[in-house]
């Protein structure tokens, strides 16, 4: 019973120096993916075209906004508040149209870079079967790296390049 626990004991540090690490740098490879480029051209000009419709709206309110200030002492009390109820309205709808901006924006993104995403773990998942590797970690989030440690961000690349 001795001897088998002695041999274990022995055999553990064997089984951890089989272990393979590697680490990849995916925003490397993310900057030179010309699918990112595209998509972030896509989300670019959508970002534009929300500006420009935002601008458009809050021109229109600031116009109403100034026009109700010069003619609000010729108004009586019931336009006044007529006037002022529709300046709110209108506020309130650059606001939604705002967060709605930013929600179409958001989901866009996610549908541009899902499958690019998908596209990168799948080469790291490749590099890390074909190489045998126990661990890919992300450059950057290990406190320590060791000499035994493969940067794989060219592998991965290459990978996806195929």
């Known amino acids: 019973m001795k001897k088998i626990i002695l041999m274990l004991m022995l055999c553990a540090p064997m089984t951890m120096f089989a272990q393979k690490f590697g680490k990849v740098n995916t925003q490397t490879i993310m900057n030179t993916l010309p699918d990112v480029a595209k998509a972030n051209g896509e989300l670019e000009a959508l970002r534009k075209q929300k500006e420009n419709e935002m601008k458009g709206m809050q021109d229109e309110l600031t116009r109403k906004g100034e026009e109700y200030e010069k003619t609000k002492s010729t108004m009586n009390a019931t336009k006044q508040k007529e006037?002022?109820?529709?300046?709110?309205?209108?506020?309130?709808?650059?606001?939604?149209?705002?967060?709605?901006?930013?929600?179409?924006?958001?989901?866009?993104?996610?549908?541009?870079?899902?499958?690019?995403?998908?596209?990168?773990?799948?080469?790291?998942?490749?590099?890390?079967?074909?190489?045998?590797?126990?661990?890919?970690?992300?450059?950057g989030q290990a406190v320590y790296t060791g000499e035994t440690v493969k940067d794989v961000t060219a592998e991965v690349q290459a990978k996806i390049g195929k």
């Open 83 to 139: 006037t002022e109820a529709e300046l709110q309205t209108l506020y309130q709808k650059i606001q939604q149209a705002y967060q709605d901006a930013q929600k179409e924006i958001s989901e866009k993104s996610n549908e541009l870079m899902e499958p690019i995403i998908t596209k990168v773990r799948n080469a790291i998942n490749a590099v890390g079967k074909a190489g045998g590797y126990t661990y890919i970690f992300e450059e």
